[in-house]
């Protein structure tokens, strides 16, 4: 063991490898150290743009993250809000039309005046009907509105909040016209199911909902995702339209209502909020890189010709 110990210094001092003649090699080529020098510090700035990039993209994804969830709540209460007026109309409505008491409802003219009223306060009722308990045939209607129900009993959903309370499917009625179908039950004082009060809720009214141009996708659906509408380039619009695919999302609930949005952001977005700032550090990692090699290359010029003239002065 003694002898293959004095064996391996040998080895070791024939390579040279010792601090004392690294020390010496870098004292007789100085520029040997220099070129170290300027490698370590190339090497510095690269790990801190490198690092610089993971934290600007981890603030990019944070930045959309949060206002993924802004927006999501902006929609869903702006949802809420709009869906909540139209029940509250309905309801206006139901006790303008039935004397209370009786469960007997107005004359057909009575009817038309009230109604004909009260949508010049509120334009975006565009139509009420009034339906039998069966929730399938329309006993009355506004003016220049279809015989025909919009949607069929079985296509509404009592909300959890509200049995007397119903949302319909999304249907297209003309051209671009989107209505989503809600109702209330009207009753009697003894609580007998008298019919139904329906009016088609304007896809369009959601126009209204304004959100961050960060966030290009928004998707308002059921539970079970299936789209009841979707926000793309300011407008809402019918399902079955493209959206960009996301690269990340959020899920809000509507409160009272059994939907959710879905706020999402996608790839080219994510990119541009990256770029904005990367590409500063980007060019002033690249001017700094070039400076050094810059440097080095005549530092090791340089050096070259000062062997050169003392080998030719020698």
Request: aromatic share 10%; proline share 6%.
């Amino acid at each position: 063991m003694i002898h293959r110990r004095s064996h391996n210094r040998s080895f070791f001092t024939k390579a040279g490898m010792t601090p004392f003649n690294l020390t010496s090699a870098f004292a007789k080529r100085p520029e040997r150290a220099i070129h170290a020098f300027f490698v370590g510090i190339a090497l510095l700035i690269v790990g801190f743009f490198i690092s610089n990039t993971i934290n600007i993209r981890d603030a990019a994804h944070t930045v959309l993250h949060e206002k993924a969830i802004e927006t999501g709540h902006i929609v869903a209460d702006g949802v809420e809000q709009r869906i909540n007026a139209r029940f509250h109309d309905l309801k206006f409505l139901r006790d303008s039309f039935f004397q209370k008491g009786s469960g007997t409802m107005i004359s057909d003219t009575e009817a038309t005046a009230v109604f004909t009223a009260f949508r010049q306060a509120h334009p975006a009722i565009i139509a009420i009907n009034i339906q039998d308990p069966s929730g399938n045939h329309i006993v009355w209607s506004s003016p220049q509105q279809s015989s025909h129900a919009i949607a069929a009993d079985k296509a509404f959903h009592a909300l959890k909040d509200d049995p007397d309370q119903f949302l319909g499917t999304l249907s297209h009625v003309r051209d671009r016209l989107w209505v989503l179908p809600i109702r209330e039950r009207i009753r009697d004082n003894e609580g007998r199911v008298l019919g139904f009060i329906v009016l088609p809720f304007l896809l369009s009214n959601l126009s209204s909902i304004h959100t961050t141009p960060m966030i290009q996708g928004a998707v308002l659906s059921l539970p079970d995702r299936k789209t009841i509408s979707l926000w793309k380039g300011g407008h809402w619009v019918p399902p079955g339209t493209p959206l960009p695919r996301p690269v990340g999302e959020i899920t809000t609930p509507v409160p009272g209502l059994p939907w959710i949005v879905v706020t999402q952001w996608d790839a080219a977005t994510l990119a541009h909020l990256f770029w904005e700032k990367e590409w500063l550090y980007l060019l002033l990692t690249f001017f700094l890189l070039s400076i050094i090699a810059a440097t080095d290359v005549a530092t090791q010029i340089a050096y070259a010709r000062i062997r050169q003239l003392h080998v030719s002065g020698n």
